[in-house]
């Protein structure tokens, strides 16, 4: 049976559409929305509810649409929580309804609203709690959801996001948006309007004519009017969220299947025309497929050219709903007017509406058309702050208090009189006072009745009915946000547009209380569903945090460089092709034997510098530096104040007011803000100058037995003393030539302009090659760090990880100037017997342990002691080696504890962190 | 997604900034001897306000601190003003 008529509507009967329903073959035109296809078709079920299966079908034709939820397959990739009524209508798409199976007509679980007497409000709660929840939890979960996520990961799924701004922003796109986006247009005002439909229009195309002018003609006039007056118009965008400081969400959709684009708007002043929705009646059965919205029906006959059935009973008494039968008798349709206010009121049929019975009269009929009023959409009008009061003629919430730069027009604001609502809307345009005018929408409220029989439902997606509104009241859940979590009234993905008004006025009734005084629960973004990815969009990886790239970075590509991620900077994790970890063992083993050539360049290098600068790197360290001299160079910690150390690194002092910090890579940003931020609070900013020259300057470092002869090849002076520094010249170039060691071997840092850096890598390599000495990548250097035993933050140590507890003691007990972090050093906590200390671990042979793994005791269960925190085979050596950190290390030295890992566990003996060298003498080779 | 009004750029993203402390908290003179419940209430104290606040904040691109008054009920910011003094 069709419904479809023969002409009118906003759908091009020129161009059919297939698509399948639950597995049948359906047909539908360009224009039309899967929901305005299937009821054209005759298809009265859509869905079935959450709890108890019941079959559903239409109440809504746009974002009110509480039933008809639909898994949507295009293109081989499905997507959840599709609402039927939003979603436009493409050829070949595959649609399920949620809930159901195997159809929403046949569904196996149907069977459960026989046994609805048993899940009332609060059943989950009471019923399983014994023994424990956790048993019935995953069954329970199964049973419920929405449709399945696609586990595939789709990467064309992404959102742009954008920044926008507006002088004024028009939300909606009716008559009464249209209006006052030409008045603000017109008035001069940078104006942009947003319409969720892909048309613009709203409840115009219910019109035959407006303002004196057939509807088409008049849309287009003030589309071509606002454009001309140099205004933007946004279709199929929906306003989902008003947030801190006026920003408003707005998410644009394209084709099904693609992510909406976020805009970011800031608007000036926001003109809400986002029309009304019609409330549903409370009367038994009214949840059956068959029963909608009086606005839904002009909807689906204007925008699709559908009837809702043929036989319709018309439950209501709005003037939408006087003008709306005169347009259906004329298209065909036979209509019987009922009064709501008959009792008993009950629907009869089950998955076919067969009557209205209403009072001692029964009326056959396949269709009943529904309205308890209209309920202004103020969801965007509370996201922002704005109040709302109560109307007594209306009997709705209408905005009151505005929020700061919103004005709310039209439907939206309680004038539901088209004439009516374009005066006001191009008075709110121009951005002239407005004052709401007295309407002539008088109803008769028929608000849920509690007592009166049969299964009455408030809200239909969760399936919450009078009966567990009365409950809820009996156990005193009274407040309506306990009403609201208690029953789950307005907690489903429609997030309550049809069920809070109904909600709250049963509760009202309940206790004898004024609507008003009951109140509304919050309203929260987003106002319609919108998908995760929109907020995240492409925020991620190297748009999220860009790597920072090296100067040599193609040099390093030239001789074969794995280039990798090492915080936050993009570096060579070894050269050449082989096995990385066997490459990292020959590189390691080539820097003991001859030199390697290191690209060093992302060590931090932050100038302090001024009067005061002395003064504060010697508070900013856990180390005394004012002691040192220019020209040396100190290793030290940095702490934060609470005394976990922040970053370790040395420092060099180039004169008396002028310190170069040489952080760790990953956390120069981390440093340079701790800086500033006590250089400004606490210090005369004035007198102490802080500047970042990580980027500007390359460093490569020489290091190995053979150093120095790759250097005099260079004929650069080696005569310097372990930590100490020269500020030289190489190639008419300054360079800061440093003696500082990170592998124990004699090292040298280079440092030069990064645009020099070129010429030194291909000179050093030059050198370096008749003495078979070569780069080596991160991956080598560590090995070579830890065989010494010297640190990496954030790897051997820990956010509680203090100086002493890595044998750096001096300072703590004898530095007297303060320094940050200083007095948390001599907490009960810092002197705590049984602190994790840094140690080393000897496995005699065997893989390296796994970094990871932990030290336990022999207790049953066992207790972790520590954890290993890095772990290499020591190519040098010939035997693994670890660093770990230990609950009270020091004190265990000798000691043979056992490492966990996985459930595997292996013997090692703890030692100290220095595994190679420990007397140093490799330092001055 | 508020707009915080750094004294020296001008009006930008929230995400420029960077919360650094309640305005108003001193740093104990660690030469002296400070009582564990001093250096305590010194690290982790807040006073957490409702309503009306006075902040250190930093705007992280250009790395200068201020002062914000603002009111963390209704998220109206009041004033932005530079920590450091005018130059002599």
């Known amino acids: 049976m069709t419904l479809r008529l023969p002409t009118g509507g906003l759908i091009d009967r020129s161009k059919p559409l297939r698509f399948t329903f639950d597995g049948k073959p359906c047909e539908g035109f360009q224009g039309d929305t899967i929901a305005s296809a299937l009821l054209a078709s005759g298809t009265r079920i859509l869905g079935r509810s959450f709890k108890y299966h019941r079959p559903r079908g239409l109440w809504g034709a746009w974002v009110d649409e509480p039933n008809a939820i639909m898994s949507v397959t295009l293109n081989g990739q499905t997507f959840p929580n599709c609402l039927a009524t939003t979603t436009y209508l493409e050829d070949g798409m595959e649609a399920r309804a949620v809930n159901a199976w195997p159809s929403a007509q046949f569904d196996v679980k149907g069977g459960l609203d026989l046994f609805h007497r048993w899940f009332a409000a609060g059943f989950y709660y009471k019923t399983f709690m014994w023994p424990d929840w956790h048993l019935f939890e995953p069954m329970i979960r199964r049973m419920a959801g929405l449709g399945h996520v696609s586990p595939q990961h789709l990467d064309e799924y992404t959102s742009d996001q954008t920044h926008d701004r507006c002088d004024t922003l028009v939300i909606g796109g009716g008559p009464a948006g249209l209006a006052a986006a030409e008045a603000a247009a017109k008035a001069g005002h940078d104006t942009l309007l947003v319409e969720d439909h892909a048309q613009l229009g709203g409840t115009a195309h219910q019109l035959a004519e407006i303002d004196g002018a057939p509807t088409q003609d008049w849309i287009a006039q003030r589309q071509a009017a606002i454009q001309s007056a140099g205004g933007r118009i946004l279709v199929h965008t929906t306003a989902f969220g008003i947030y801190d400081h006026n920003l408003v969400g707005l998410a644009q959709n394209g084709p099904f299947g693609t992510a909406p684009r976020l805009i970011r708007l800031r608007a000036a002043r926001i003109i809400l025309a986002t029309g009304a929705i019609d409330r549903p009646l409370t009367f038994a059965n009214n949840d059956r497929p068959g029963i909608m919205a009086v606005e839904a029906a002009a909807e689906y006959l204007a925008r699709y050219a559908t009837l809702p059935g043929r036989d319709i009973a018309l439950l209501a008494t709005t003037p939408q709903a006087v003008t709306l039968a005169t347009q259906l008798a004329q298209a065909g349709a036979t209509i019987t007017r009922v009064v709501p206010a008959q009792t008993p009121l009950s629907a009869r049929g089950g998955k076919h509406l067969k009557a209205l019975q209403a009072g001692d009269r029964t009326h056959p009929t396949d269709t009943i058309l529904a309205s308890g009023g209209l309920t202004p959409l103020v969801h965007l009008w509370r996201h922002a702050g704005g109040k709302l009061d109560w109307c007594e003629t209306r009997h709705a919430f209408l905005p009151g208090t505005p929020p700061d730069g919103m004005t709310a027009t039209g439907a939206a604001n309680g004038t539901f009189d088209t004439d009516h609502a374009l005066e006001e809307a191009r008075a709110a345009g121009q951005n002239a006072p407005i004052k709401r005018p007295e309407t002539t929408h008088h109803i008769t409220p028929h608000w849920p009745t509690p007592g009166s029989p049969g299964r009455q439902w408030i809200d239909f997606q969760h399936d919450v009915t009078l009966k567990d509104v009365e409950l809820a009241a009996r156990e005193n859940y009274t407040s309506v946000e306990h009403l609201k979590r208690y029953t789950t009234l307005g907690m489903a993905s429609d997030q309550g547009k049809t069920s809070n008004m109904p909600g709250l006025a049963a509760m009202a009734a309940i206790q004898g209380r004024p609507i008003p005084e009951v109140g509304t629960t919050t309203f929260r973004p987003p106002f319609v569903p919108v998908p995760i990815e929109t907020y995240h969009g492409a925020h991620s990886k190297q748009l999220w945090t860009p790597l920072k790239r090296l100067p040599l970075e193609p040099q390093h590509r030239a001789v074969g460089a794995a280039l990798g991620e090492y915080g936050g900077w993009l570096r060579p994790g070894w050269y050449g092709t082989g096995d990385p970890a066997q490459q990292a063992q020959t590189e390691a083993l080539m820097a003991r034997q001859t030199a390697a050539i290191i690209d060093a360049s992302p060590l931090g290098k932050i100038e302090v510098m001024g009067p005061d600068a002395e003064a504060f790197v010697n508070f900013i360290y856990y180390n005394t530096i004012a002691t040192l001299k220019p020209g040396r160079i100190r290793y030290g910690f940095m702490l934060a104040e609470g005394g976990a150390i922040l970053d370790d690194g040395v420092i060099a002092r180039l004169g008396a007011n002028r310190f170069v910090i040489s952080c760790s890579s990953s956390h120069v940003d981390s440093v340079r803000t701790h800086l500033e931020a006590w250089r400004q609070d606490g210090n005369d900013p004035d007198r102490i100058f802080i500047h970042d020259t990580t980027q500007h300057w390359a460093t490569l470092t020489v290091t190995g037995p053979k150093a120095r002869q790759i250097l005099d090849t260079l004929g650069l002076d080696t005569d310097l003393a372990h930590m100490s520094l020269r500020e030289t010249t190489w190639n008419d170039t300054p360079l800061r030539l440093a003696r500082v060691s990170f592998t124990g071997d004699t090292s040298f840092e280079l440092s030069l302009r990064a645009s020099h850096a070129p010429a030194l890598w291909d000179a050093l390599l030059d050198a370096g090659k008749p003495l078979n000495a070569g780069p080596i990548g991160v991956e080598a250097l560590s090995i070579l760090r830890a065989e010494k035993g010297f640190i990496m933050i954030g790897k051997d140590t820990d956010g509680e990880t203090m100086p002493h507890d890595l044998g750096f003691t001096a300072p703590r007990q004898k530095k007297t100037a303060p320094f940050v972090g200083d007095r948390s050093l001599h907490t009960d906590t810092a002197n705590a017997p049984d602190r994790k200390q840094l140690v080393g671990l000897t496995v005699p042979s065997g893989p390296p342990l796994p970094t990871g793994a932990h030290l336990v005791t022999d207790d049953s269960p066992p207790r972790s002691l520590g954890y290993v925190t890095s772990s290499y085979h020591s190519p040098t050596l010939g035997r693994p080696i670890a660093l770990a950190l230990v609950e009270n290390g020091t004190d265990r030295m000798g000691d043979t504890l056992t490492a966990w890992h996985l459930g595997d566990t292996r013997q090692a003996t703890v030692s100290p962190p220095c595994a190679l060298d420990p007397e140093g003498d490799r330092l001055d080779a | ?88």
């Open chain 2, 1 to 88: 997604m508020q707009i915080f009004t750094c004294p020296f750029c001008g009006p930008r993203d929230e995400r420029e900034f960077h919360f650094a402390a309640e305005a108003g908290k001193t740093r104990p003179d660690t030469r002296q001897q400070i009582d564990p419940e001093t250096w305590a209430t010194y690290l982790h104290a807040q006073r957490n306000e409702k309503g009306r606040t006075r902040e250190v904040w930093m705007h992280l691109t250009c790395a200068e601190l201020f002062l914000m008054e603002r009111d963390s009920v209704t998220m109206e910011v009041y004033a932005t003003t530079p920590l450091r003094k005018e130059p002599q």
